[in-house]
Structures are given as C-alpha cells and as structure tokens.
C-alpha cells in the first residue's frame, strides 16, 4: 500500500515550495508530500487519490487564494477524506478567518506564515495532525447502535455516555421503521429500550455505565493491584495530575465514574484557556489530554464508582462500589463538583426528559426552531447558551440576580449581548415544570416585577451552583460545611494539626487531613473553579506526591 498523503495547498510557488520542503524533510520517510497551486486543482488530486484508495492524513491550505480561499477549499474536501486532519495557513491579519475556519469546518490548527523555525511552529503542529489521525485512521468509522425513546431519561443516559466517551454511534427512535427491524433481529421489544446494539452484533438492554464502557471497549478494570498513584476524576485537575504523573515516571492510574472532561468537557468553547486565543471545545481538549496521559502511560479506567478511601499502613486503599480495591502509595481528589439540583415542582420527574443538568450537547439537534431556556449564571450557562443560540429560535438565560456581571467573565458576556436570539431574563426563577412524559411548559416568576408567567418549551437546561458530593469519603478527610475538601493551612487550627495526623510535620499546600491524600480542582475548599487553575493544581498535586514520597 502506498504511503498516506500529506497535501498543502498555496497559490504563491514560493511558500508551497518552502513548505512542501520542511514537510519532506521530516516526514518524507512516512508520508508522500503532494502539493497544489489552487483550491481547483487539490480537489481534482483528491478525486484521483480517492478513486486510486489512499489515504490522506493531513491538509495544509493557505487561507488568501483567488477563486477559492482556504476555508471553502476545506469544506468541499471534508466531502471526500472527512477523516483528514485539516490546518489553515494564514498570515497575522488573517486571525478571523482562523476563528470562521474553526467555527465553520472544525478546522484543527491554524499556522501563521511565515513558519520559521519549522521545527517550533510547523512541526508540533503537524505531529498533532499525523497523531490525532493515526488515533482515528482514514476509514469509516464503526458504529454502535442505540433505540430509544426521545423522552426517556434512560436513553438519554445511554446518548449523553456514549458521546461524552467519544464513541460514534447512531441513535434510531423507537418509532422509525429501521429501529422495529433492529429490534426484532435483535430478539427484544420496546419495553427493552434503551436497546444498544456493538458493531459486532452484541446486544445490551436498558445497559448501565459499566456495561456500555465494557461493550464499546473502554477499559473498566484495572491491570494491577497496586499503583504509585491513584487520580480519582477525570476533569481538567485529573487529567493534569495523570499527565504530570505518568510523565514523571509514576505508576498513575486515572479512575472517572461517567467521562473524562468532567463539567469543562462539556462546554461548546473554552476561550479563556491559556495557548488556544481562538478556543477550544472542552471535548476537543479533554480528549488532547486523554491521549497525552495515555501517551505517557498512564491507565484511564471509565465507568467506576469509588465508595471508600482509607489508609492501611503506608497504602492507600480505593474502593469501588462492586467491593474491589486498588491501592497506591498517593492519591488525587480530583472529583469536582455537580451542578445542584433545581428546587422547583415538576423538574425532578422530568428529568433527562426535557430538563437537563449541563448543556446535552446530544439535545441541540432536537432545539432547531424551539425556544431554549437555560438557568444559571456562570460561564457555562454563558457557553451553553451561545452554543444552543446557532439551533434554537430562542434562548433566554434565567438569573436569579441582577446582571450577569457578577458571575460570568466579561468576553462572554459581550458574545451574548451580540446574538439576537440570546436575551438574559434577571430576576427571575423557575417554579414549575409541567408535562406529562416530557417537558412542556415552564412557569416562571419574575421577581422585579412581582408576576408569574407558563411558558411553553421542550427544552430546559440547568447550570445553578456547584456540589461537591464527598459523602462517600467518611470522617477522615475534613471538610468544610458545604462539603468541599480541605488543605494545607486550612488544617491548622491554632498550631493543631488534624485529628489522626501521624506525621512530624504540617500537611502540604494540597494535602488532605489524610498523609498522602492530596486534593486539586474545584472539590477543594477555597479553590478558583477555572480549568486552568484546575490543570495547574493537578501539576501541583503531583510535585507534592514527590516530596512526599521521598520523606517517607
């Protein structure tokens, strides 16, 4: 079989010289380098490489060329390879049209010309292109089937798992005629679904987390007993911790209940992030990361519940909710937080069947034309609603207070102000939720103005205060009165240490009142709930793991 192609695409001879050279001389030996003067003439060499059956890995095109710039180029050659990594390359002035390649055909990287040094600004761009298409292949991708309800909290379970896994499937409604004549090859009856059927034929009814995770292929069981370090959730502060851990050479093993990106995995846009000025959507950097922590070795296990942590001896023992443990010389809290839940008539029973916690991204299709009510005040709430903004008619942000400003940063809140189908209701609440097997109609009471009105919606999406759920961690890990861990200094209380504490020294900056126990992200009381201050805690938690290590 011949080599994977990598194209680049420019109409100045000079530049498409320059980078097919640098292309060649570090991935000649892999990959065959073809280069075209003008959007036209790359789409014909895809044609012909298509009908030939190689493969394309990646495709670098210059943003300013006549008759087809960059962005339409890309979007017409997604139609022939839309497994090919894609980059745009654009001079400094050209910074928007990076953000609408992004925005408009999921544009993996932009370059800015000129590239010099290739081996700082092409090549670790480029070796993210070839990675993340080697991750996937130039093949069609297998899907796993899933036949539902739209209005069952259980199917949606199954959807909201499955994407937030990163694992593709196709979902059939339970009334389409594909669905009956799965269900019926598959021996089950509506009263089975959620129905979820493996590329390979395996069939799984009304499936719990574990089951699925073990029937797509992620992994669920750890591969040894006893590990150096234990990172206990899988958002920005786990993920860090697994990354540095692995990196530095510690046996690291990452244990997440639902999904790895935790609540920042499912925001639409993450603009704030420090390296990526034009965003980034918290899956596509929760999976970066899930990669990079493999890379170095760490094991991610997926669909485990911890109920316990204790200390025997110089172990520290996690237990999971089937009765089996792992140990480890350390552990990382790393748990986050939930969304709390709202306090209003009718939400909970419809839950999953038009009231969601987090912004359901699987929903958004289901929003075209609906008018879209979201709760909350935050950045998430913000993101969230600038992402449902492109579905819905409508989007109304409901505050319990008097303006955005005292809890949402301010670039997102000049993004809402410039959507026309965004409006921001203050002072107002939800008191109701009315619908039968789905939601219906919110009732909704403005507290400025003292009045109470029913709206009708399908869609309410829930993004109100944050919990920290540490039930399961017992008496031994102190916590302050809103359930969130305490650290370091916070221990110390009139020069006493914690209850228990067996060493001669104070705990360190992010340890627990448990030795050895650190904590980072928002599950630790007085922390900044921002992703990179949950990436750089993680950072930091393992440095302490060190220092603690080598005292022992």
């Known amino acids: 079989m011949s080599l994977p192609i990598l194209m680049t695409v420019d109409d100045d001879p000079a530049v498409s010289r320059s980078v097919a050279r640098d292309l060649r001389r570090r991935y000649g030996q892999d990959y065959r380098v073809v280069r075209a003067a003008s959007g036209a003439d790359a789409l014909e060499a895809l044609r012909e490489i298509k009908l030939r059956g190689d493969a394309v890995a990646a495709i670098l095109a210059d943003y300013r060329m006549p008759q087809m710039d960059g962005i339409t180029f890309l979007e017409q050659a997604m139609d022939l390879f839309p497994y090919a990594r894609r980059a745009l390359l654009t001079a400094y002035a050209d910074t928007d049209a990076a953000i609408q390649a992004i925005n408009v055909v999921d544009v993996d990287h932009y370059l800015l010309k000129p590239w010099d040094p290739p081996e700082e600004k092409l090549y670790p761009v480029v070796d993210a292109l070839v990675d993340a298409w080697r991750a996937a292949g130039d093949r069609p991708v297998e899907e796993t089937k899933v036949i539902g309800h739209r209005w069952s909290a259980p199917s949606y379970k ?24 799965l269900l019926e090859a598959a021996e089950c009856a509506a009263v089975d679904i959620p129905v979820l059927i493996t590329p390979d034929g395996t069939v799984l009814r009304k499936p719990d987390g574990e089951q699925i995770a073990d029937a797509v292929g992620l992994s669920t069981r750890p591969a040894a007993e006893f590990y150096d370090l234990i990172v206990i959730g899988g958002g920005p502060a ?16 990452l244990v997440e209940r639902r999904a790895t990106g935790g609540q920042a995995g499912q925001s639409s846009r993450i603009e704030n992030y420090l390296g990526f000025p034009d965003g980034v959507s918290g899956a596509q950097l929760t999976d970066r990361a899930r990669r990079q922590a493999q890379k170095f070795g760490a094991e991610v296990l997926t669909a485990r519940d911890v109920t316990g942590l204790e200390a025997r001896g110089s172990a520290r023992v996690v237990r999971f909710g089937d009765g089996s443990e792992i140990a480890a010389h350390a552990v990382v809290l790393a748990t986050g937080v939930s969304y709390r839940a709202l306090e209003a008539e009718g939400v909970a029973e419809l839950t999953g069947r038009g009231v969601f916690y987090g912004s359901a991204a699987t929903e958004a299709p289901d929003c075209e034309g609906e008018h879209v009510y979201i709760v909350g005040g935050a950045n998430s709430a913000g993101q969230a609603a600038v992402f449902f903004s492109r579905y819905a008619k409508e989007v109304s942000i409901l505050v319990r207070g008097p303006s955005l400003r005292a809890s949402m940063s301010h670039y997102l809140i000049e993004q809402i102000e410039a ?58 890990v102190l916590r302050d009165e809103h359930g969130f861990v305490c650290t370091g200094a916070d221990l110390v209380v009139e020069g006493r240490r914690p209850p228990g504490w067996t060493l001669d020294r104070d705990p360190h900056h992010l340890e627990s009142s448990i030795p050895g126990v650190f904590v980072a992200g928002d599950v630790r009381s007085q922390s900044v709930k921002r992703v990179a201050s949950a990436v750089g805690e993680g950072a930091m938690a393992v440095s302490l793991v060190h220092r603690y290590l080598e005292a022992r």
């Open 158 to 181: 199954v959807r909201d798992f499955l994407a937030r896994n990163s694992v593709p499937y196709r979902w059939y409604s339970v009334d389409e005629p594909e669905a009956c004549r």
């Open 238 to 253: 786990g993920l860090g911790a697994a990354v540095y851990g692995a990196s530095e050479g510690l046996r690291t093993v």
């Open 419 to 476: 959507i026309g189908n965004i409006h921001v209701r203050t002072r107002t609440t939800v008191l109701r939720a009315h619908g039968s097997d789905h939601l219906e109609a919110l009732t909704l009471c403005d507290e400025e103005q003292g009045i109470t009105e029913t709206v009708p919606t399908g869609h309410l999406f829930v993004f109100i205060g944050a919990a920290p759920r540490t039930e399961w961690l017992g008496d031994d």
